[in-house]
């Protein structure tokens, strides 16, 4: 069997991050409202499909810069307000059925990481929605210090494993911070098109992913697909 793990990313392929997403873009319209900044949906979705496109790293803060005009003082009172608001919300939202696909892989003799950028509190979170005793290396930058695309990130999740690069498969939601470093490392690579990225293309050859999907039941017929 080529492929011996499976590393996924939290936000879209674990969490579906719907509430997490309307909390952040209502915590930016209302940090721009103080500022004098009148913002409503249709700019504010304008400001993440912008942010998408441009594979801003940081999605929420190009769309904060592209709201406040770029103006420094302005972005970095939005930033923290957007920060105060938002910071401890805790909305984990399960994937319907992605702890029984889970299951399912381990059952097949695959190992399971993590390669997320999560804070710690994640931790908690997935043992909470009972997924969390179910990986063998949790990724997560707020215990490792890694942060996607850095691919230490996804090297350290390997050699953690204790499989090659080319053996992993990466689940993940973003062409820039899952696909692209994913490919680059010679794993293979599922895209799961949820949330805000979901519209995200690859802007070459070598970062169209391997499968893309939309649900659970799509997402195991193209690991079983790439297992064999």
């Known amino acids: 069997m080529r492929y011996r793990a499976v590393l996924f990313d939290v936000g879209g392929p674990l969490d579906l991050e719907f509430a997490w997403e309307m ?37 929420y803060a190009h769309m904060i810069e592209t709201l406040c005009g770029g103006d420094p003082q302005t972005v970095e009172r939005v930033h923290q307000r957007m920060r105060a608001m938002v910071g401890n919300l805790d909305v984990f939202q399960l994937r319907p ?11 097949r003799g695959l190992k399971l990481g993590i390669v997320a950028n999560q804070p710690e509190a ?11 005793d179910l990986f ?20 350290a999740a390997a050699e ?10 990466m689940v993940g939601d973003r062409i820039d911070n899952d696909i692209a470093p994913a490919k680059a490392l010679g794993m293979a690579a599922i895209l799961l098109r949820s949330g ?26 193209a690991i079983a697909a790439l297992v064999g």
């Open 23 to 59: 909390a952040v873009d209502g915590a930016i319209a209302s940090a721009c409202g103080m500022e004098g900044i009148r913002i409503d949906q249709a700019i504010i979705e304008e400001a993440s499909e912008a942010a998408v496109a441009a594979f801003a790293s940081d999605a």
């Open 97 to 107: 059925d992605i702890d029984g696909l889970l299951r399912r892989l381990r059952e």
């Open 196 to 221: 805000r990225h979901r519209r995200q293309r690859p802007r070459s050859e070598a970062e169209v992913p391997d499968a893309v999907v939309t649900d659970v039941p799509e997402l195991e017929g």
């Open 160 to 169: 953690a494993l204790g499989v090659t690069a080319s053996a992993c498969i």
């Open 122 to 132: 994640a931790r908690e979170r997935l043992a909470r929605a009972g997924i969390g």
């Open 136 to 155: 063998d290396y949790l990724g997560l930058s707020g215990l490792t210090g890694l942060r996607k695309p850095d691919p230490r990130a996804f090297t």
